[in-house]
């Protein structure tokens, strides 16, 4: 089976996160600003689509050069071996994007590659008419920096955050893939408690229990990659599918908690928990912040609250950061992760955190704040 050079894109400050998962897997990494490559065949492709927590998309690097003028463009993305990929009657859209580069007018750099591919395209299939582009969909990307021009084919189609679970969302949705992120940065083991205070519409604790149980994030949704009948062996997806079942844990026994304030998004995350065929292993439930108490030691919370950024919030969003410390810092046994983009927050919490990792919510510069819990071993009965 052909072996291709892979990219998964991943949002800026998980990318050391998504290269983790791909070396747990069994692949060999490089770390870059915003993707992980490594290598692999049309399995490794609907495997890592099916497994990847934390990645965006899966995308196979079709050619890399440099080019300072759009004849350069033109000749050099003509010379790649476009139909090894594209069957004849492929349709193959083609997004840009450039930066800091000589080539700059995005449109003009999607027209000049399309027609290059159209050329190869159509002298090697001897075709004298226009391509029809009535069967599969071929995503195509040419993304410029500094002069490098990188063309990639992408395998996933829509995000792989769209797990295909949440029927319904909030008004400040975390993506799947972000609220995994935050669920691995914990290092939560699923035989301890795990509690989401400010759970909105739950992606965060059903994303806990998706890890809890082993199952593939990717199980329950496409990948454009699988109509691809000239790449992907027949029987190919369905066998990767089947041991990705076969590989879920539904005997583990997990103490997973959701809360929210708002009655109507416990409603929503409860939704979204059946949609995920999780009902039974997240527990959601309309409650304050500050109304919360447990008995339990060597938790995790992880919490994505309410930022403040409109001005009229602020003051009663800096209340819940001051409720959650009064609450939150005499449970010395738990480990406390806070998302947020208010930088004050540990004024406003009233403790120094552990450790900051700045993560990107979307295009918002957010920070999370880790205050480490000191494990009790539980005393024997």
């Not at 010395?332 to 900051?356: C, N, P, V």
């Amino acid at each position: 089976m052909q072996k291709y050079d892979l990219i998964a894109t991943a949002a800026s400050g998980i990318e050391a996160l998504v290269g983790k998962e791909l070396r747990n897997l069994g692949y060999q990494t490089q770390v870059e600003n915003g993707r992980v490559r490594f290598q692999g065949t049309m399995k490794d492709i609907i495997k890592t689509n099916l497994w990847l927590r934390t990645a965006d998309r899966i995308k196979i690097v079709i050619g890399e050069f440099n080019a300072t003028t759009f004849d350069e463009l033109f000749d050099q993305t003509y010379r790649l071996p476009w139909a090894d990929y594209l069957p004849i009657d492929a349709a193959f859209p083609v997004e840009g994007r450039s930066h800091r580069s000589q080539l700059h007018n995005v449109p003009s750099v999607q027209a000049i590659v399309k027609k290059a591919i159209v050329r190869s395209l159509s002298d090697k299939y001897h075709r004298r008419t226009r391509l029809p582009e009535s069967g599969a969909t071929y995503p195509l990307e040419v993304a410029i920096v500094k002069d490098h021009v990188l063309l990639t084919l992408d395998t996933s189609g829509s995000s792989l955050f769209k797990r295909g679970y949440r029927r319904e969302k909030g008004g400040a949705p975390l993506k799947e893939n972000m609220a995994a992120a935050l669920v691995l940065l914990a290092h939560w083991f699923p035989d301890n408690p795990f509690v989401d205070p400010v759970c909105g519409s739950g992606t965060i604790p059903i994303e806990a229990a998706l890890i809890g149980h082993n199952i593939a994030p990717g199980i329950n949704r496409d990948f454009i990659c699988e109509s691809w009948d000239n790449l992907v062996p027949a029987g190919l997806s369905d066998e990767l599918r089947d041991a990705a079942d076969d590989a879920a844990d539904y005997d583990v026994s997990l103490d997973i908690h959701g809360y929210d304030i708002d009655q109507n998004m416990i409603a929503i995350a409860k939704a979204n928990c059946q949609a995920a065929g999780l009902t039974h292993d997240v527990h959601f439930k309309q409650l304050a912040v500050k109304d919360w108490r447990t008995d339990e030691i060597n938790g995790v919370i992880v919490a994505n609250p309410p930022y403040g950024e409109r001005l009229g919030d602020r003051d009663s969003v800096r209340e819940l950061y001051r409720q959650m410390g009064e609450l939150y810092r005499p449970m010395t046994t738990w480990s406390k992760y806070i998302l947020t983009a208010d930088l004050e927050f540990e004024h406003y919490y009233g403790q120094k955190a552990t450790k900051r990792r700045k993560l990107y919510n979307g295009a918002l510069r957010t920070d999370l704040f880790q205050f480490w819990g000191h494990r009790k071993r539980p005393q024997k009965n």
